[in-house]
C-alpha cells in the first residue's frame, strides 16, 4: 500500500493544461470532471475534445493521465510513450516522462520507469518530485532482483534435493538389482550342483569297505579253485579212459 500511496502522492495530473478552440469546452468538462474524481467520464470528455482537434498535446496527455486513475495503465503507458515524440518543449516533455515512469512504475516495470525518470530528469533536472520516484523505483528493482534471486536459490536447492533423490532411487535400483542377480547367480549355481552331488550320495552307497572286498576276493578265488579243481577231475578221467583202452 505504500508503494501506491506514494505514486498517487507524486503523480502528475496535468488535466490543467491549456486548450485552444474548438476543443476547448469539452477541455474545461473533462478538468471538472477529472478534479471531482469522475475519470471514466473525464476520458470520455477529453476524447470528446481529441476528436475535434486529432493533433492536440493536452488533449492527448490528459486522456492517457485519466485512463492511469482508472487503473488502466497499460493503455496510459502506450499513450504517454506515444507522447514522448510529439513534444518539442523541455518542460512539458519532462512531465510526460514523469508520467509514463508512473505509468511503468505500477506495472511493476521497474527497469523502464527508471529510464523515463532519467530521462524526465535530463530535461528537467530541478524536478525533485521526478527524483524521489526514481529513488523509490530503483529500491523497488533492487527489492525485486533480490526475490528474483531467492527464488532462483529455491529453485535450485529444489532442483538439487530432486536430483539428489532420483540419484538416491537410481542408486538403490541398481542395488537391488545386483543382489536379484546375485540371487539367480546362487539358485543357477544350485540347481547345478545337484546331480553331482546325487552322483557322490550314490557312489557313497556304493562304495564297499575292506573287509567286504576281501570276502568277495576270497569267494571268486574258491570259486576259481572249484573249477579248477572240476576241470582236473575231468582230466584225470579221460587219461584214465585213454589208459583203459591202450591195454585193449
Avoid at 179 to 186: H, S
Wanted: hydrophobic letters at 25%; zero cysteines.
Amino acid at each position: 500500500m505504500k508503494k501506491y500511496t506514494l505514486l498517487f502522492v507524486l503523480l502528475f495530473a496535468f488535466a490543467g493544461i491549456s486548450a485552444q478552440a474548438p476543443e476547448r469546452h469539452d477541455m474545461r468538462k473533462g478538468n471538472k470532471l477529472y478534479k471531482q474524481g469522475e475519470y471514466d467520464k473525464a476520458e470520455i470528455a477529453y476524447k470528446h475534445g481529441l476528436e475535434k482537434d486529432t493533433a492536440s498535446f493536452g488533449a492527448r496527455f490528459n486522456v492517457a493521465d485519466a485512463l492511469y486513475k482508472q487503473g488502466k495503465t497499460e493503455n496510459a503507458e502506450k499513450l504517454f510513450q506515444s507522447l514522448t515524440g510529439a513534444e518539442t518543449d523541455d518542460m512539458r516533455k519532462a512531465k510526460v516522462f514523469h508520467n509514463l515512469g508512473n505509468a511503468q512504475l505500477k506495472q511493476q516495470k521497474y527497469e523502464e520507469s527508471i529510464k523515463s525518470y532519467k530521462q524526465s530528469l535530463r530535461l528537467n533536472p530541478a524536478d525533485d518530485e521526478t527524483r524521489t520516484n526514481l529513488a523509490y523505483a530503483q529500491v523497488m528493482l533492487q527489492q525485486q532482483q533480490q526475490e528474483q534471486q531467492n527464488d532462483q536459490n529455491n529453485q535450485d536447492k529444489n532442483q538439487d534435493q530432486q536430483n539428489q533423490d532420483q540419484q538416491q532411487n537410481q542408486d538403490n535400483k541398481d542395488q537391488q538389482d545386483k543382489q536379484d542377480e546375485q540371487q539367480q547367480e546362487q539358485q543357477q549355481q544350485n540347481q547345478q550342483e545337484q546331480p553331482q552331488d546325487k552322483q557322490d550320495e550314490q557312489q557313497q552307497q556304493h562304495k564297499i569297505s575292506p573287509q567286504d572286498a576281501q570276502r568277495m576276493l576270497e569267494a571268486v578265488q574258491a570259486d576259481e579253485k572249484e573249477t579248477q579243481d572240476k576241470v582236473n577231475k575231468e582230466k584225470a578221467k579221460a587219461l584214465q579212459r585213454q589208459r583203459i583202452e591202450k591195454n585193449w
